[in-house]
């Protein structure tokens, strides 16, 4: 009885007109004509990956998580009510729009919607993308990764822990808490910032191709204030990306590179150097509000010669690939 992959996002934006010209041209994903004032974007061989509703807002709606067996979610649907939780069964409605068999939905401690899903239609029309990019990496790892900001992790943290089963890669207490979680080989698809804030952080997508996440971060610096971080590479799950700005106000990271780990031997841990190993400067942040900060600890990570492992060089399976471009 597990929950498998991040299936989907929906956002609650009326800016539709942003979010089509964003996730088309910059991040690359494929538009998709629906009828009604939404849109619907893919990124593979999937119906739909990231929705927007149309409303005002400009939030997290809902987030779709898949489950391996339609009796997952009578399994879910139990532990939730045992935990005080209100469960709603899905119409067939609901199931339509979001182009699964069936799924249940519910609220976390913190009011986010969150969906459980079974089943998530495939399509055989061709994956196009808004912009040249040889795709994401999607399949068995799901769409990519949610973050949320949270005023209280220690209430979060057993929700998603303990009732519905994420396991913790890592954690971090500096320069505050930070807590990672995976649901397959993805180091994480799931992660809780302590900002003591509410509302969503980021989602991050993963691309096959380094060259796809520089060409996107050259275009996204044609639009004035785009950029929240810089280029960089993450300490944890080992991702190089930029985070830019959404239409509705919260980032998206653009990634390559990511960690895929052993879930079977992964053991927990609390990290303690930093998000990055360089990079991701906080454009964001003033100086004194903690980009001085996190930037002082990609300095210390880079004079003790801290790093990824090395990515393997195979001239053999270089000229294979290169050869069926």
């Given at each position: 009885m597990a929950i498998c992959a991040l299936g989907y996002l929906g956002i609650g934006s009326d800016k539709l007109d942003d979010w089509a010209s964003f996730a088309s041209h910059i991040l690359g994903m494929q538009k998709v004509?629906?009828?009604?004032?939404?849109?619907?974007?893919?990124m593979d061989d999937r119906e739909q990956r990231?929705?927007?509703?149309?409303?005002?807002?400009?939030?997290?709606?809902?987030?779709?998580?898949?489950v391996e067996s339609v009796d997952d979610l009578t399994f879910f649907a139990a532990k939730l009510d045992a935990a005080g939780y209100q469960v709603?069964?899905?119409?067939?409605?609901?199931?339509?729009?979001?182009?699964?068999?069936?799924?249940?939905?519910?609220?976390?401690p913190m009011g986010n919607r969150v969906e459980l899903v079974f089943n998530p239609a495939i399509t055989s029309?061709?994956?196009?993308?808004?912009?040249p990019i040889d795709g994401f990496n999607t399949g068995p790892l799901g769409m990519g990764h949610a973050v949320l900001h949270v005023e209280n992790i220690e209430v979060m943290l057993p929700f998603y822990r303990d009732i519905l089963g994420f396991n913790v890669s890592d954690?971090?207490?500096?320069?505050y808490g930070m807590y990672f979680f995976h649901v397959n080989g993805r180091h994480h698809s799931f992660a809780m910032i302590g900002s003591g804030q509410a509302g969503f952080h980021h989602f991050m997508v993963e691309y096959q191709n380094l060259d796809d996440v520089g060409q996107g971060y050259d275009l996204a610096q044609l639009r004035e204030d785009s950029i929240a971080y810089t280029l960089g590479r993450h300490t944890n799950d080992y991702m190089t990306s930029y985070y830019g700005y959404s239409p509705s106000g919260f980032f998206v990271e653009s990634g390559w590179g990511g960690r895929v780990i052993d879930t079977s031997t992964w053991k927990p841990h609390e990290t303690t150097v930093g998000p990055s190993f360089w990079g991701h400067e906080?454009?964001?942040?003033p100086e004194d509000g903690g980009r001085k900060r996190l930037r002082a600890m990609r300095l210390q990570a880079a004079a003790e010669g801290l790093r990824a492992p090395p990515i393997i060089d195979c001239p053999w399976l270089y000229n294979k690939?290169?050869?069926?471009?």
């Amino acid at each position: 009885m597990a929950i498998c992959a991040l299936g989907y996002l929906g956002i609650g934006s009326d800016k539709l007109d942003d979010w089509a010209s964003f996730a088309s041209h910059i991040l690359g994903m494929q538009k998709v004509d629906r009828a009604g004032h939404s849109l619907s974007f893919r990124m593979d061989d999937r119906e739909q990956r990231l929705h927007i509703s149309g409303e005002k807002g400009d939030t997290l709606a809902f987030i779709g998580w898949e489950v391996e067996s339609v009796d997952d979610l009578t399994f879910f649907a139990a532990k939730l009510d045992a935990a005080g939780y209100q469960v709603n069964l899905g119409t067939q409605e609901l199931a339509g729009r979001r182009f699964v068999d069936a799924l249940i939905w519910f609220f976390d401690p913190m009011g986010n919607r969150v969906e459980l899903v079974f089943n998530p239609a495939i399509t055989s029309d061709p994956f196009i993308p808004g912009r040249p990019i040889d795709g994401f990496n999607t399949g068995p790892l799901g769409m990519g990764h949610a973050v949320l900001h949270v005023e209280n992790i220690e209430v979060m943290l057993p929700f998603y822990r303990d009732i519905l089963g994420f396991n913790v890669s890592d954690y971090g207490q500096s320069p505050y808490g930070m807590y990672f979680f995976h649901v397959n080989g993805r180091h994480h698809s799931f992660a809780m910032i302590g900002s003591g804030q509410a509302g969503f952080h980021h989602f991050m997508v993963e691309y096959q191709n380094l060259d796809d996440v520089g060409q996107g971060y050259d275009l996204a610096q044609l639009r004035e204030d785009s950029i929240a971080y810089t280029l960089g590479r993450h300490t944890n799950d080992y991702m190089t990306s930029y985070y830019g700005y959404s239409p509705s106000g919260f980032f998206v990271e653009s990634g390559w590179g990511g960690r895929v780990i052993d879930t079977s031997t992964w053991k927990p841990h609390e990290t303690t150097v930093g998000p990055s190993f360089w990079g991701h400067e906080r454009l964001y942040l003033p100086e004194d509000g903690g980009r001085k900060r996190l930037r002082a600890m990609r300095l210390q990570a880079a004079a003790e010669g801290l790093r990824a492992p090395p990515i393997i060089d195979c001239p053999w399976l270089y000229n294979k690939l290169t050869s069926q471009r």
